[in-house]
């Protein structure tokens, strides 16, 4: 089944540095990666997607690339702000009938001001 | 809008005994998720349910664990005779769509077993 693969357990960055996690996938028939942010104490919280028929989406501070042929997605992070401090997961689901999230291990982001 | 609802929050009970988790999704999302997450293995899939019917359970421990979702309304997440290895935090998540859609994630139920 798929893998997810998400490299960095710890970041920690300055106020308003730019902030990259980074993450893999072994299922080449993923096509839906969602991003989640889980503050101490709370459940996750939806942060942006991307689908596998793009290469690249922004929102405000977040933009979220995906490269199909290295199977590796990641979440950039701008002006990043101490309310950005949380745990990141990355998730990748197949699609069609199989809509099941496969999660990564996540990354602790610290923005320290 | 209140979101997706969990109850109960937390719940402890002793090794053997029975647990019933409920969620109730967000009105008019179509599909329903179940997930765990411990320290250890991270966020797991369960199990989930699209309008209604059950969908993909290959996350579930086929013995003691079962889901079901009798309307559209909520759903339950049943673990029979407990065991200390079921101990985590149970979510429940709900979307509009099954694929490609975001999923709304509830509170959770922490689940502690004695």
């Known amino acids: 089944g798929e893998k997810v693969e998400q490299h960095e357990s710890t970041l920690s960055v300055r106020e308003g540095d730019s902030a990259v996690i980074n993450c893999t996938y072994t299922d080449t028939a993923s096509s839906y990666f969602p991003w989640y942010k889980q503050e101490a104490g709370k459940s996750l919280h939806f942060v942006i997607d991307i689908r596998s028929n793009v290469d690249r989406k922004q929102s405000q501070r977040l933009t979220v690339l995906l490269d199909k042929k290295a199977k590796r997605f990641s979440l950039h992070i701008t002006a990043t702000q101490p309310e950005d401090s949380a745990i990141y997961f990355c998730?990748?689901?197949?699609?069609?009938?199989?809509?099941?999230?496969?999660f990564g291990k996540g990354t602790k982001l610290s923005v320290k001001s | 809008n209140a979101g997706v609802i969990q109850t109960p929050r937390h719940k402890v009970t002793g090794k053997g005994q029975e647990a019933t988790l409920w969620c109730e999704p967000i009105s008019g999302h179509s599909a329903v998720f179940w997930y765990r997450q411990t320290i250890v293995q991270g966020l797991e899939f369960l199990t989930y349910?699209?309008?209604?019917?059950?969908?993909?359970d290959s996350g579930m421990p086929k013995e003691r664990f079962s889901a079901q979702m009798p309307n559209q309304s909520h759903s339950t997440l049943k673990i029979q005779s407990t065991q200390p290895q079921d101990s985590a935090v149970y979510l429940c998540?709900?979307?509009?769509?099954?694929?490609?859609?975001?999923?709304?994630f509830g509170p959770g139920t922490r689940l502690t077993v004695l």
């Open positions: 998540a709900s979307s509009l769509e099954d694929w490609g859609a975001e999923q709304f």
């Open positions: 349910f699209r309008n209604q019917a059950p969908i993909d």
């Open positions: 998730a990748a689901s197949r699609g069609g009938s199989n809509a099941k999230l496969t």
